[in-house]
């Protein structure tokens, strides 16, 4: 299902920091980076996850961009993936795969209900600008790329 240039849906998850957070409201202050990862296991959303945390600050203090890591698994688990790879950012538990299922899909996997890894960037008034969803687990678009594609009018900084 192909999202970019329409509205991204709404949702509201429960935060690793406490509380829930809503995109509709990440979005009054600016765009966000919706990350759809698979689960606490998945060495590939670790590793495309830290490239985010690398440029989480930067992102957050120049662009208003908060990035959004929905990850199909429960809030202590995502509590543990956080602190082991020492995140500059929240993680955002979709249990269920619900959220997961409305952006890149589900799939059952041996882990059980398991999202598609996916990268969208939403700009501030809910578009979808740029929309990645991975065709094998270890196909990841990272962190510094998205920067430079936000930072250059949500345009391929290389103009590919």
């Given at each position: 299902?192909?999202?970019?240039?329409?509205?991204?849906?709404?949702?509201?998850?429960?935060?690793?920091?406490?509380?829930?957070?809503?995109?509709?409201?990440?979005?009054?202050?600016?765009?966000?980076?919706?990350?759809?990862?698979?689960?606490?296991?998945?060495?590939?959303?670790?590793?495309?996850?830290?490239?985010?945390?690398?440029?989480?600050?930067?992102?957050?203090?120049?662009?208003?961009?908060?990035?959004?890591?929905?990850?199909?698994?429960?809030?202590?688990?995502?509590?543990?993936?956080?602190d082991?790879?020492?995140y500059?950012?929240?993680?955002?538990?979709?249990?269920?795969?619900?959220v997961?299922?409305?952006?890149?899909?589900?799939?059952q996997?041996?882990?059980?209900?398991?999202?598609?890894?996916?990268?969208?960037?939403?700009?501030?008034?809910?578009?979808?600008?740029?929309?990645?969803?991975?065709?094998?687990?270890?196909?990841?678009?990272?962190?510094?790329?998205?920067?430079?594609?936000?930072?250059?009018?949500?345009?391929?900084?290389?103009?590919?």
């Amino acid at each position: 299902m192909a999202m970019e240039n329409d509205s991204a849906p709404d949702f509201a998850l429960e935060s690793t920091a406490g509380g829930t957070v809503r995109l509709s409201e990440t979005l009054e202050d600016g765009p966000a980076i919706v990350l759809v990862n698979r689960g606490h296991w998945c060495s590939f959303c670790a590793e495309q996850l830290q490239t985010f945390s690398e440029v989480s600050y930067d992102l957050w203090i120049n662009e208003n961009v908060d990035i959004l890591p929905v990850v199909t698994d429960t809030v202590p688990k995502l509590r543990e993936m956080r602190d082991r790879f020492d995140y500059d950012f929240q993680l955002l538990a979709d249990p269920d795969g619900d959220v997961a299922e409305q952006y890149s899909g589900t799939e059952q996997t041996s882990h059980g209900i398991t999202g598609v890894a996916a990268t969208y960037v939403v700009d501030e008034g809910g578009t979808v600008r740029y929309e990645q969803v991975a065709d094998d687990p270890a196909d990841r678009t990272y962190g510094n790329w998205i920067r430079y594609y936000i930072r250059n009018d949500y345009e391929d900084p290389f103009g590919e």
